[in-house]
């Protein structure tokens, strides 16, 4: 009462007056815990300097407008950023993983596989199919790190194959778009398997004259590295994306040095020669389209 006792009694604060009067014996069940200031969840981001408006950033293609940092992004965001709108065909989607090595380690794999399907609404870490990139036919595979960390299983390689395969077929472009933390190491043998299969498409892709554009985004490393991703006609680089076999704690702790600044960084990887261009993600449409006009593709 006597916070309010400055309005006079005539006002409609009265009914708020009313509430606050002594009323009933307090019961557990009426208890509730008081409410904060209601900011929406995830309303805000925290980039690595500052706090960004997730709105901005959306609508930025998911990169910072004050630092230009490039946030990670889903396989089918990646789709809707590259491909015309509208012209995204999905294909070589019946693939789903098996677990015949019957897995485990802190879980088995193939209740983790479950939890990570139900988690994503995607069976695995891939999405591919035919789309138009500013008006040229592609074929375009994009890795998905929201799934068991982009990991490179038997299903992610047979739809690779199979897409590059297509596209030999057809004499279509190939883009694959990957970030990936490297071989599934729950598919052991097999997993690394995908290695040869996928280089084998592309040294096919590549013998019918075929082009195969590989970007990378942060981050690409292990298997995924070791294998197609650095076997593109042109490679591109998202700026600032971890792009290695190795992760640099690995390596340090192995050679017991310093390494140097931007190490396994795309800016780096295009001094030393991995990269042919690093190419902001607000540039990427029109550098694949400039590509494909200048391939003849
Ligand atoms: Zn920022």
Not at 72 to 96: H, N, P, Y
Not at 229 to 248: K, Q, R, V
Request: aromatic share 6%.
């Amino acid at each position: 009462m006597t916070q309010i006792s400055t309005k006079p009694a005539s006002t409609p604060a009265t009914t708020v007056a009313a509430t606050a009067a002594p009323a009933a014996p307090r019961t557990w069940t009426e208890l509730k815990p008081a409410r904060k200031a209601s900011i929406p969840e995830g309303l805000w981001l925290r980039c690595p300097s500052m706090m960004i408006y997730r709105r901005h950033l959306e609508a930025n293609l998911h990169v910072c407008p004050e630092c230009q940092h490039h946030y990670r992004i889903s396989a089918s965001e990646r789709v809707k950023q590259l491909a015309d709108e509208g012209s995204f065909v999905a294909m070589f989607e019946g693939l789903s993983p098996m677990d015949p090595l019957k897995f485990k380690d802190l879980k088995a794999y193939k209740d983790r596989l479950l939890a990570e399907q139900i988690k994503t609404g995607a069976v695995d870490a891939i999405k591919a199919g035919r789309c138009f990139i500013k008006g040229r036919e592609a074929m375009i595979v994009c890795l998905d790190l929201t799934f068991m960390m982009g990991s490179m299983g038997s299903v992610v390689g047979e739809t690779i194959t199979r897409a590059i395969e297509d596209a030999t077929k057809t004499k279509t472009p190939v883009v694959v778009v990957s970030c990936s933390g490297g071989a599934r190491m729950q598919e052991s043998g097999l997993s690394l398997m995908q290695m040869a299969k996928t280089s084998a498409a592309i040294a096919r892709h590549d013998d019918a004259g075929g082009l195969f554009i590989s970007v990378l985004t942060d981050p690409t490393t292990g298997g995924v590295t070791a294998s197609f991703a650095m076997l593109g006609d042109i490679i591109m680089a998202e700026p600032n994306a971890l792009i290695c076999f190795a992760g640099p704690r690995v390596i340090q702790q192995t050679i017991r040095q310093e390494l140097p600044e931007g190490f396994q960084r795309s800016e780096f990887l295009k001094k030393s020669g991995f990269v042919d261009k690093v190419v902001p993600r607000s540039g990427l449409r029109s550098e694949i389209a400039r590509v494909i006009d200048y391939a003849g593709g």
